[in-house]
């Protein structure tokens, strides 16, 4: 499915289809102190966790950037990312 890649910096930036639209992917090795939350499982991704940043390619901003497990957003057409978290849930 990826459709083009490229260098970026340490780690690999592609586009692959999702969703019928376009999203720019890229791999990175993750970040000392900081968790995300996957939306294909609704679990946490550890500081310093490899792991998958995905956006919409059509010029979305770094809010729409999500930060995926790589076997979630390998996954993603069988499991949705449209996790409901309570009003007081965290949003990584």
Do not use: N
Not at 12 to 36: I, M, N
């Amino acid at each position: 499915m990826p459709s083009q890649s490229g260098p970026f910096g340490s780690s690999l930036r592609r586009t692959e289809s999702y969703a019928g639209e376009e999203w720019v992917v890229q791999t990175v090795p993750g970040t000392p102190g900081r968790y995300y939350r996957c939306p294909g499982c609704d679990q946490e991704i550890p500081p310093g966790i490899g792991h998958v940043v995905a956006w919409p390619g059509h010029g979305a901003g770094v809010d729409d950037r999500r930060h995926w497990h790589r076997a979630c957003w390998s996954a993603r057409e069988r499991r949705g990312a449209d996790i409901q978290r309570g009003r007081g849930a965290p949003r990584y």
